[in-house]
């Protein structure tokens, strides 16, 4: 996490006191305790918001995976190398199963603003 921290700064991505961060595509790297080896992560978006973190995991088609990849491996990262509160929004287009509870789903960009933290959703988003 140290070399993240560093890279982080290195290459002036500090956040923004005029507004969100962006972060599409982000690459990071990490290593796990039980493993030698340096492995990679890139959350489809997050948006680093000074007080939190927003990640958002984009699929055709709901399913469990994008739920699963900012649980397990996204949010545990960005909450390491930021430290605030990281909600996860895992964005679809084409229905399928639920698999969260809908009272906390957000219709609109600026819901997913006002989720609580720590929160884990998902969007059906209609362009």
Same mark, same amino acid.
């Given at each position: 996490? =140290? !070399? ?5 700064? #290195? $290459? ?5 006191? &005029? ?44 399913? =469990? !995976? ?5 649980? #397990? $491996? ?5 909450? &390491? ?47």
């Amino acid at each position: 996490m =140290r !070399e993240i921290r560093r890279d982080y700064g #290195r $290459l002036g991505f500090a956040p923004s006191r &005029r507004g969100p961060v962006f972060f599409d595509g982000q690459w990071l790297k990490y290593s796990e305790r039980r493993a030698d080896r340096e492995r990679y992560a890139q959350p489809d978006l997050y948006l680093h918001l000074g007080n939190k973190v927003l990640c958002f995991e984009f699929k055709l088609t709901r399913c =469990r !995976e994008g739920l699963e990849q900012i649980r #397990r $491996l996204y949010a545990p990262l960005l909450d &390491r190398l930021y430290g605030v509160p990281i909600i996860g929004v895992s964005t679809f287009y084409n229905p399928g199963p639920s698999y969260e509870d809908h009272s906390l789903s957000p219709t609109t960009l600026e819901d997913c603003l006002d989720l609580p933290e720590y929160s884990l959703v998902e969007w059906h988003y209609l362009a």
